[in-house]
């Protein structure tokens, strides 16, 4: 699918995810939606916009038209979005009127109405001040939009994925001892946008003992010869959809209790793979990679779920972790990454966004699973 400008995608996809939103409100029992800024309403209409203490959102109604409520002086993010070539009402506002009361309108009296999970209190109170109704979330509406990916998302799914990978390919280039964490992420975030990423939405550069922390960023921290460096990063391309991968990287032959708890990690990120299907559970794809861990004795080193949906956001269902009935679906798409962690010494991961088909498991990122051993310095930096 073409996109119109780079950040956004032509005009019919967001028409039939407006048409679909209308569906699935009316089949909720409710009378509209509340979608405030955020990666909910850019998946609607294309639009980028921030909600401090002006409202803006788009009101989906179960029938007739949705419309758009924004101060004016958020006017140039409408003109960028889809909204125009939609034919969506704006109904802007200046500071002292009443934008709820423009929000509601034509919606009738006490209407039933659902709002977008970041809506804020400062807007949600507001409204439910002006309903009989209780007011509830809109997440059953739009997680099943959200969750299953069009075809126009999978195609930028794939291309954040190749751009994540072209960046894991150059790791040689920054990645070695004697320099710090910091350092070394500050390259990665140059690349990440080099090779076609809007920005860098995350960097992890966990090297030795901080790679045992899964939600380490970096620090100032000098990377020495014998570590192990766990590199996780991703963010943005295009319409906004996201990429997250993580790979495993050494400076020298792994010791031996090194080499054998990363051959049961990757066994298990392998199995975990291969168990994505229509039809199997969330929790069945976290259980087949926990399986493995469990056999190696490493159970307990494997601290959070396998994965986590991915699109606008870099986290957003389904969740695949234990518990999680859901039934995977053709279109959803995910990590699959499981860990070990060893407190005080070292950790490791593997992480690839796969997209389920028909037949299985697409994963989007292609590059070697194994423990990546890289130089301990470039060519230049070696002493003649």
Not at 342 to 353: M, Q, T, V
Request: charged fraction near 20%.
């Amino acid at each position: 699918m073409a996109h119109v400008d780079g950040s956004r995608f032509e005009s019919q996809v967001y028409a039939g995810r407006l048409a679909r939103a209308a569906e699935l409100t009316a089949a909720a029992g409710l009378d509209a939606i509340v979608v405030g800024t955020g990666p909910d309403l850019r998946y609607l209409t294309g639009m980028e916009a921030d909600t401090f203490e002006r409202f803006t959102a788009l009101i989906v109604p179960a029938s007739g038209r949705p419309h758009l409520v924004t101060p004016r002086l958020e006017l140039a993010s409408v003109r960028a979005s889809a909204i125009g070539d939609l034919g969506v009402p704006v109904r802007d506002w200046v500071d002292g009127a009443d934008p709820y009361a423009l929000a509601l309108a034509d919606l009738g009296a006490d209407p039933a109405l659902a709002v977008s999970d970041a809506l804020p209190a400062l807007h949600v109170i507001p409204l439910a001040d002006r309903t009989g109704v209780p007011v509830r979330l809109a997440t059953p509406v739009l997680r099943e939009l959200r969750m299953i990916k069009d075809a126009a998302e999978l195609d930028a799914l794939r291309a954040a994925g190749a751009a994540i990978d072209r960046v894991h390919a150059r790791m040689a280039q920054w990645l070695r001892p004697g320099r710090t964490e910091t350092d070394v992420a500050a390259d990665l975030a140059a690349a990440l946008v080099e090779e076609g990423h809007t920005r860098a939405e995350f960097v992890i550069v966990g090297s030795g003992p901080n790679g045992a922390d899964p939600h380490h960023e970096h620090s100032d921290r000098v990377i020495e010869p014998h570590d192990v460096v766990v590199i996780d990063i991703g963010g943005p391309v295009g319409a906004g959809y996201n990429s997250d991968s993580t790979r495993t990287y050494c400076f020298g032959p792994p010791e031996p209790e090194v080499a054998a708890a990363y051959d049961a990690l990757e066994r298990a990120q392998a199995a975990a793979v291969a168990a994505v299907r229509p039809g199997a559970t969330a929790e069945s794809v976290d259980a087949a990679a926990r399986l493995v861990l469990a056999e190696a004795g490493l159970a307990e080193h494997f601290i959070h779920r396998t994965g986590h949906g991915i699109g606008l956001s870099v986290h957003e269902e389904p969740y695949i972790v234990e518990g999680n009935t859901e039934p995977l679906r053709p279109g959803m798409a995910f990590s699959v990454e499981p860990g070990v962690y060893f407190p005080g010494s070292w950790g490791a991961r593997i992480e690839d966004i796969v997209v389920l088909t028909d037949d299985g498991a697409e994963p989007v990122n292609t590059r070697p699973h194994g423990l990546t051993v890289l130089p301990a310095s470039r060519p230049a930096d070696v002493e003649q």
